[in-house]
């Protein structure tokens, strides 16, 4: 056990360490979401007229609706970025070393996964903390709630982009797949509104969104910041992860073919 445990604190600290060489990547993780919250919001509100928004079992502002979202938001741009890293590292060829160490290629990418969504969480708190700072905030048990769910969604989004990069070949083709999977998924899901007044739209969009697996990452989010569960939610998110991880497995399998002659 303890070269699986060396191996992951290797890959954590080293997604660390090239995170904090990264600074305007931790600054624009915040500023992306902050000027939704405090720039857009007011404009979707008035837009959607949502001044408040009865969710479960209390009447909620539209800023603190879309905080879940926001907190998704980030997650699904570091699960991103990080997998773009991925890339990067098979076209400089530092990705051999990792991939032909002894150990089951699974547990090398489940730390990869575990390093990035160690990031993300830490981004999120930061960005939770900044949204406190202007009046924006949750019940105090919420944020203790959502970490072991930030820590589910994280692995389950960065698994996609894991999922994604095996398939790409040039770095310059993974950041145009970005642009095709980032926004479509976070604008058809339920991060800045919810899936009822999308309903009323569009029939159709309101089916784009009940499939589309960031809404449950979004719903998990927001219900544990609210000090509640949603269990479909989760079972969903886990369900997408299983997925997720099964096909980067298999993508970063060379006995498969899909990334032979990249690594």
């Known amino acids: 056990m303890k070269p699986y445990l060396t191996a992951m604190s290797a890959i954590v600290l080293r997604e660390a360490y090239r995170f904090l060489q990264q600074r305007g990547r931790f600054i624009a993780a915040l500023v992306r979401p902050l000027v939704w919250l405090l720039v857009f919001a007011a404009g979707f509100r008035a837009a959607l007229g949502l001044s408040i928004i009865p969710p479960y079992q209390t009447y909620i502002t539209y800023e603190v609706y879309?905080?879940?979202g926001l907190c998704g938001m980030i997650q699904l741009f570091n699960g991103m970025q990080s997998s773009l890293s991925l890339v990067y590292d098979r076209e400089?060829?530092?990705?051999?070393?990792?991939l032909t160490s002894p150990l089951p290629r699974w547990w090398l990418l489940f730390s990869k996964l575990v390093a990035g969504t160690a990031i993300s969480i830490l981004q999120v708190y930061a960005f939770l903390l900044i949204a406190g700072l202007f009046g924006i905030t949750m019940p105090p048990l919420g944020y203790i709630l959502v970490l072991p769910v930030l820590m589910l969604t994280g692995i389950m989004l960065g698994a996609l982009g894991l999922a994604l990069s095996s398939f790409i070949k040039q770095l310059e083709n993974f950041a145009g797949v970005m642009n095709f999977v980032i926004f479509p998924m976070f604008f058809m899901s339920s991060a800045l509104?919810?899936?009822?007044?999308?309903?009323?739209?569009s029939e159709l969009?309101?089916?784009?969104?009940?499939?589309?697996?960031?809404?449950?990452?979004?719903?998990a989010i927001r219900f544990a910041l609210y000090g509640e569960a949603n269990l479909m939610a989760l079972g969903i998110v886990l369900a997408a992860l299983i997925v997720f991880g099964g096909l980067a497995v298999i993508g970063y399998d060379p006995a498969r073919g899909l990334i032979r002659r990249k690594v």
Do not use: D, H
Request: aromatic residues 14%; hydrophobic residues 50%; charged residues 10%.
């Open 66 to 68: 879309i905080v879940p």
């Open 92 to 98: 400089m060829g530092s990705m051999r070393l990792l």
């Open 193 to 201: 509104y919810p899936l009822w007044k999308m309903a009323e739209s």
């Open 205 to 219: 969009l309101f089916q784009i969104c009940s499939v589309n697996p960031f809404t449950y990452a979004v719903e």
